[in-house]
């Protein structure tokens, strides 16, 4: 027969036995003239068989509280179980002790929970300690607890929120290719936080995110100081901004199916492991106009974008390349909309290694291969053009 009840399994082996306790089934199974008390459970989906025979103890003082103990020899195991049902585990109890009396008691075979489907099961065999984690649809919040997790695969999900709290664990390897990202803006801004919280900052080392719609590089993911693979192939960029040349551990770079003009220069001197640009829209320097900095300080010009360029110049851009030179993580949430703009269109002056803004620079285009063990590009391309910035005033720029 068969239990639904709460269970906690403690091995007597241990100094410290686990008390947490687990919605399981637990039922009586015969299999080759053997007797068996079966647990299926999240821990055990498969089904934990315990011999009858092997029996030490059955401590059944609590029957009418709802509570029977079976202690084990082999394994060195006490099965603690609660139900609701006092009936049912009063049955439960005379059934295991007419087996122990030698009576051949009949077991029906039709008690079995249906065999979790392969898909759940995955979600199911939750365990606090797994270094590893796959979603099968979405994001699951038991992950949180998961204070070990190493590697966390969220392909192919429905992401309406990665929540901020994954930041606090040590998370080494973390993919969500190709799966949906918000549509709504505000979530879409929130998306990112997880990059604020100082854990996985120092522990991601390889971000995957291919196939997820992006049009432009998220630049949190500058927060993450040791990432050395980003893959943000067959998405829709056309640029991969300056702030980029910041990962400087950054040695594997697969950005390959977008719609990439150009690269920043911010990556020429880089000596990449392995880099893949192949499929993208790489063209010779022939025109400037597509420049997407170009293009931001042409919209300046025209007032879109209230820029700095006409009349008392601010100073806040000087506050802005303070915080770029610290690069302390934060939420975008906590600096005015008007300066994520700014992220996109920052650099360093490639003389004077000074970050510097649109209104204050120039731009040009050198040309030439990307530096690495392994390039993978299409056959046609030579080189690929480099977008560099360079300080309008020399005199800030050289001190002359
Ligand atoms: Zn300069």
Not at 20 to 29: E, G, H, I, K, P
Request: hydrophobic residues 40%; charged residues 20%.
């Amino acid at each position: 027969m068969l239990i639904k009840c709460k269970l906690v399994i403690q091995d007597l082996t241990s100094a410290r036995p686990k008390k947490r306790s687990l919605r399981s089934c637990v039922m009586t199974s015969k299999l080759n003239d053997e007797y068996y008390v079966c647990v299926k459970n999240s821990m055990y989906p498969n089904i934990k068989n315990y011999k009858i025979a092997m029996l030490q103890n059955i401590y059944h003082n609590y029957l009418k509280d709802g509570k029977l103990g079976l202690e084990f020899n082999e394994p060195r195991q006490t099965l603690l179980i609660v139900c609701q049902d006092k009936r049912m585990l009063y049955m439960f109890y005379r059934q295991i002790k007419s087996i122990i009396d030698g009576k051949n008691v009949l077991i029906g075979s039709r008690q079995m929970p249906k065999t979790i489907p392969a898909k759940k099961d995955l979600i199911n065999r939750f365990d606090p300690m797994s270094l590893n984690f796959v979603a099968v649809k979405r994001f699951d919040n038991r992950v949180l607890n998961m204070r070990h997790l190493s590697r966390l695969v969220l392909q192919n999900c429905d992401l309406q929120t990665l929540p901020i709290e994954i930041g606090h664990l040590p998370i080494k390897y973390l993919s969500i290719s190709g799966s949906k990202l918000p549509t709504l803006q505000h979530e879409l801004d929130m998306f990112w936080n997880w990059t604020s919280i100082n854990t996985i900052c120092q522990s991601l080392t390889i971000l995957k995110m291919d196939s997820i719609g992006l049009r432009k590089l998220p630049f949190e993911i500058v927060f993450l100081k040791n990432l050395r693979t980003l893959s943000a192939s067959n998405n829709n960029l056309t640029y991969l901004p300056q702030f980029i040349g910041e990962l400087k551990k950054l040695e594997n770079l697969f950005v390959a199916d977008n719609s990439l003009l150009y690269f920043p220069h911010s990556l020429i001197a880089r000596l990449f492991n392995e880099i893949d640009i192949s499929n993208n829209s790489f063209q010779l320097p022939r025109s400037l106009k597509f420049d997407h900095i170009i293009k931001y300080s042409e919209m300046s010009e025209t007032g879109v974008n209230g820029g700095l360029v006409s009349g008392t110049k601010s100073l806040n851009h000087l506050a802005f390349y303070k915080m770029l030179d610290y690069w302390i993580p934060f939420k975008r949430q906590d600096l005015p909309r008007s300066l994520w703009t700014y992220f996109d269109v920052v650099g360093r002056c490639m003389l004077c290694k000074k970050w510097i803004l649109p209104e204050y620079s120039e731009i040009t285009h050198t040309f030439a291969l990307p530096m690495a063990a392994s390039t993978i590009k299409d056959y046609t391309v030579s080189g690929i053009p480099w977008q560099s910035l360079i300080c309008c005033n020399t005199y800030d720029c050289l001190g002359f």
